[in-house]
């Protein structure tokens, strides 16, 4: 079954020029993909049609196959949990305990439930500890990892990140790509909105290049990532594996692989590595 399906949707805001011109793609139930392009793509004005809260102007979006201009936020975001970029926007609780609490009270969950999900929550994002504090105290990356328990706490079918990685050092982006990977053995479908064209080349296997309000690119992420005629059109640069393996390409022609893992490529790399005296 198709998680999400677009079709032919175009949307502007009052009094504005159209920012989704003609959007139509699909998303299968367990895919990831990525979404990339530069400020004012409308990738944020996509995914927001995603749970209702924007509804087409025109074309349709399907959740599930339910039409979402048909169906309320409320419904739809029992379905799909985004986390917007600035997590500000997402927090009202005194504490860090209610905020993640708040939607299983929401949805109705025994208290018992919610007491176990929030502290299996809270571990998994490491913000046990944290509990009593206000979220309005913590650090910009702990506001990001909130946000995503407030969704992973009721585990929607679908879960989109709106720029994640952004204020997370390397060993917080490792944690999110080893939750990526949890969510994707427990058949989420998980999409993400990332300027971060290094930990997208390494976690996501589809990507969609957007640029003024329409789809440049929809395909492999090994395979776009190495075409710099859509990455330039859409003011994106290269992974920086993808840079490297293009310059050594360019040196020493086709070198039998594309990898956009660090792995990948020094076993490309040494391929290219000739035995000195025959050893």
């Given at each position: 079954?198709?998680?999400l ?11 504005g020029?159209?920012?989704?011109k003609?959007?139509?793609?699909k998303?299968?139930m ?8 530069a400020?004012?793509a409308g990738?944020?004005?996509?995914i ?9 102007m ?14 309320s936020?409320?419904?739809l975001?029992?379905i ?5 970029q600035?997590?500000?926007h997402m ?8 905020e993640?609490?708040?939607?299983l ?10 007491e ?11 913000l046990e ?17 909130l946000?995503?328990?407030?969704v992973l706490?009721?585990?929607p ?5 709106d ?11 490792e ?7 949890m969510?994707?053995?427990?058949g989420?479908?998980i999409?993400?909105i990332?300027?971060?064209?290094d ?12 640029s ?17 005629k859509?990455?330039?059109e859409?003011?994106l640069?290269?992974?920086i ?11 020493f022609?086709r070198?039998?692989?594309?990898p956009?893992?660090?792995f990948?490529a ?7 590595v ?6």
């Amino acid at each position: 079954m198709e998680a999400l399906k677009v079709e032919d949707l175009w949307f502007r805001y009052e009094g504005g020029e159209w920012v989704l011109k003609g959007i139509s793609m699909k998303v299968s139930m367990g895919e990831d993909l990525a979404i990339v392009g530069a400020n004012g793509a409308g990738k944020t004005t996509l995914i927001k049609h995603f749970n209702g809260l924007l509804k087409p102007m025109k074309g349709r979006v399907l959740v599930l196959g339910k039409d979402t201009r048909k169906h309320s936020v409320a419904e739809l975001s029992k379905i799909v949990g985004i986390v917007f970029q600035n997590p500000l926007h997402m927090f009202f609780s005194n504490t860090v305990w209610e905020e993640i609490a708040f939607s299983l009270r929401n949805f109705n969950f025994p208290e018992e439930v919610i007491e176990k999900r929030v502290r299996k929550t809270l571990s998994i994002l490491g913000l046990e500890g944290m509990e009593d504090r206000s979220p309005f105290t913590l650090s910009g990356g702990e506001m990001r990892r909130l946000a995503l328990a407030c969704v992973l706490v009721y585990d929607p079918d679908i879960i989109i990140m709106d720029e994640p990685t952004v204020g997370q050092d390397p060993l917080q982006k490792e944690i999110l790509a080893e939750i990526i990977k949890m969510l994707k053995l427990q058949g989420k479908t998980i999409i993400v909105i990332s300027h971060d064209v290094d930990f997208i080349s390494e976690n996501f296997s589809r990507i969609v290049v957007m640029s003024k309000g329409q789809i440049l690119a929809d395909g492999k992420t090994d395979e776009i990532m190495y075409d710099t005629k859509i990455l330039r059109e859409a003011n994106l640069v290269e992974p920086i594996i993808a840079k490297i393996m293009i310059e050594i390409e360019r040196r020493f022609g086709r070198v039998g692989g594309r990898p956009l893992r660090t792995f990948d490529a020094i076993r490309v790399i040494r391929s290219l590595v000739r035995p000195v005296g025959g050893e």
